[in-house]
């Protein structure tokens, strides 16, 4: 009884895992040269967007400037200019008055007085839905205002 035992064990154990083996193995290298057959057209698009990464830089080492050079930016705007089209227009960038702008005031008010901030975050606090605004203006320290639930809670300057 041993005998077979160790025979069953030893013997017809390993068998029945090789067999195992040699299936999964099998499925694994079929998966692998069909994924290796949908990609062959991916080596000829790189190629290519190496190819025209040449062009452009054999040009620029030609002397020719790129498309989006300083001097095409500067003729651009002179060739504008010499159209009689009009600038395009620039944020209103006032200066805040800070004590004008008390805990309590509402966003819509705030936003007249202020205009847009220069940065924003907005996030849900359980109950409390808050934003925090900043706004940088030239030559005045940066203001952080805060509200919650639309309504202003602090008023900060900080200093620069």
């Not at 040269?33 to 054999?58: D, E, M, Q, R």
């Not at 498309?67 to 805040?96: C, H």
């Not at 109950?127 to 940066?142: S, V």
Request: charged share 20%.
């Amino acid at each position: 009884m041993k005998t077979a035992c160790c025979i069953a064990v030893f013997l017809c154990l390993p068998i029945s895992l090789f067999a195992q083996a040699v299936v999964e193995s099998a499925i694994i290298t079929a998966g692998s040269a069909t994924a290796a057959g949908g990609a062959s057209g991916v080596g000829k698009s790189i190629g290519g967007v190496f190819n025209s990464l040449n062009k452009t830089l054999s040009k620029i080492k030609d002397g020719a400037p790129p498309a989006a050079s300083p001097e095409k930016a500067e003729e651009l705007v002179s060739t504008r200019i010499a159209a009689g089209e009009p600038a395009p227009e620039v944020a209103k960038r006032d200066p805040i008055d800070i004590s004008a702008i008390k805990p309590g005031m509402k966003r819509s008010e705030l936003i007249e007085r202020t205009g847009n901030p220069s940065l924003k975050i907005t996030r849900n606090d359980g109950p409390a839905f808050l934003e925090t605004m900043w706004y940088e203006r030239p030559g005045q320290p940066d203001t952080v205002i805060q509200l919650k639930n639309g309504v202003v809670d602090r008023v900060e300057a900080s200093s620069k």
